[in-house]
Each structure stands twice: as structure tokens, then as C-alpha cells.
């Protein structure tokens, strides 16, 4: 393995441009490809927290006691669908109206203290709950009215799930994309040597004598530029939880309801591209030298 290492670098001194040249290419297709995934993530993890602040409205009829309102209040609170739930009193509509309208005091004086409901803002961890759960506490025994704009959801919901399988899609097609620049990359260098290759399988040199200098060398390409990729992300994701922006965390779509550390998915995606670097750079090279071991 020295051998092959010493002849790597023997290599790469001799063909300075062409590895510098290289490895610039592939590091820009591997940073391309971490920001993609990463605008995938944060896009999701917005649409993730829109989607949980959609909710329905309680609205109690005004002549409700207030234990009762605290009693529909906890039963609400402890269905498995709900992940939050607001009360909003009487009192406390009356301010949210006055400030609402608070340039228009013709207005302001025609509501008096009372004529306003108790209601409640409930949140569904899951927005295609919202429908059932609207005509469920409909007739709940003292509830006046309940709000649901229904047509915002269903556009909502539609929407964010085409943000999740376009995401998931061009994901894929840029992996794809990626593996046939670095393929390209890679066959520039093999292709450059090509008469060398001719001339060492017609002297007789075995497949794997041939083949493994350049899969060194196809290797060290792929990691090389991953890792400088990776650092470039990390750094820049770093930097954005250093002002705050996703400190709770972010969400994968294939796995909802669950919040990772922009840290720790920072992290992760830099074993995700220095993994990637380093297959890409193993198969595409041994993809780029099976023309040449037909000699």
C-alpha cells in the first residue's frame, strides 16, 4: 500500500494541473450538492413549522361558566391528535380586538365587555387532522361555533407535499448529476494516459496492476474534494445557528415529527458527502479504466 501511495504521489507532482484542475471541479460539485440537500432540509423543516401553525378555532357560547370552559379545555388538550392548545378569555378578546382596531374608535365603542366569546386555538400535529377534529368539537356540548378554513388547508397540504417529493426528486437527479461530473472527471485523467494503459496491457501487466494506481488516485480525488465540501457546509451551517436561525433544530421529510440539531445534521451531512466522495471516486474510476483492460 506505500508503494501505491508513493506512485499516487509521484502522480499527481507530475500532472499538477490536471489533479488541481480535478479536484476543483469535483469540489464544487460536492458543495453544490451539500447546499442542495441543505436548502431541501431548511425548506422542509419552514414547511413543517407553517403546517403546525394551522388551527382550528373554539369559539364558547357566551353564556358558558368558566369551569366548563376549563373542562372542555382539558379534554381537548389531552387528545392524542393535539399538540397545542391556547384559551383565549373574554377579556382577552376584547384587548386582541381593541389593538386590532385600534385606529378605528367609532368601532371600539360599540363593543362592550362580555360580547365577545371565550375561545380556544387548537394546533394538530398533523394538518389533515384538522377536518375531523373540526366537526368532532362542533358538538361538544357548549361550543358555539367552531372556525376551520378548510379550503387554506387542503391548498396548504397540497402544496407541501409537492415541496417533499420535488425536494426527494431533485435530490436524487443531483446525485445523479454528481456521479457523472465526477465520472467525467475522472475519465479526463485516465483518458490522458491512455497510451500508457495500451502499452502496459499489451506487455502483458495484470488487470489489477493496471487498475489500482488509478483507484488510488480516483479515491484521493473524491475524498479530497468531499472533505474540502464538507468543511465549507459545516462552516456555513455553524454560522447560521450561531445567529440563531433553526436553533430548534431542523426535520427530515422521511422523518416526521422528529427535530435534529442543525449541528448535528451538519455533521452528518459531512459523512454523507466524504462517504459519497470517497464511492464516486472508487467506482467512477474503475468505470473509467474498464475500456482499457481489454488490451
Known amino acids: 500500500m506505500a508503494k501505491e501511495w508513493s506512485n499516487l504521489i509521484q502522480n499527481l507532482k507530475r500532472e499538477k494541473l490536471m489533479s488541481l484542475s480535478n479536484i476543483t471541479v469535483m469540489t464544487i460539485t460536492f458543495l453544490l450538492l451539500g447546499i442542495f440537500i441543505n436548502v431541501i432540509v431548511f425548506s422542509q423543516t419552514a414547511l413543517k413549522y407553517l403546517e403546525q401553525q394551522a388551527q382550528i378555532t373554539v369559539f364558547f357560547k357566551l353564556d358558558l361558566p368558566e369551569e366548563n370552559i376549563q373542562s372542555i379545555r382539558a379534554n381537548i388538550a389531552k387528545d392524542s391528535r393535539v399538540s397545542n392548545v391556547s384559551y383565549i378569555s373574554k377579556e382577552d378578546a376584547i384587548n386582541i380586538f381593541k389593538e386590532l382596531n385600534k385606529d378605528q374608535p367609532v368601532l371600539l365603542e360599540s363593543i362592550t365587555p362580555g360580547i365577545l366569546p371565550a375561545s380556544l386555538e387548537v394546533s394538530a400535529k398533523n394538518i389533515s387532522d384538522l377536518k375531523a377534529m373540526s366537526a368532532e368539537y362542533s358538538k361538544i356540548d357548549g361550543v358555539g361555533e367552531v372556525r376551520f378554513f378548510e379550503d387554506v388547508i387542503s391548498r396548504f397540504k397540497l402544496w407541501s407535499t409537492v415541496v417533499y417529493l420535488v425536494g426527494f426528486l431533485f435530490v436524487v437527479a443531483f446525485f445523479v448529476i454528481s456521479y457523472s461530473v465526477v465520472i467525467a472527471a475522472l475519465r479526463t485523467t485516465i483518458n490522458s494516459k491512455g497510451m500508457e494503459l495500451e502499452i502496459m496491457k499489451l506487455v502483458g501487466a495484470s488487470d489489477s496492476y493496471v487498475k489500482t494506481p488509478l483507484i488510488y488516485q480516483g479515491v484521493f480525488f473524491g475524498v479530497i474534494s468531499a472533505t474540502i465540501s464538507a468543511l465549507i457546509i459545516l462552516i456555513m451551517d455553524i454560522l447560521l445557528y ?3 436561525i433553526f436553533k430548534q433544530g431542523v426535520t427530515l421529510g422521511f422523518l416526521p415529527g422528529i ?7 451538519a455533521a452528518i451531512l ?6 459519497s466522495g470517497f464511492l464516486l471516486g472508487y467506482f467512477g474510476s474503475n468505470s473509467a479504466i474498464k475500456k482499457y483492460l481489454k488490451y
Open 270 to 275: 459531512v459523512v454523507i458527502l466524504i462517504a
Open 242 to 244: 450561531s445567529f440563531g
Open 259 to 265: 427535530m435534529i440539531n442543525l449541528i448535528v445534521f
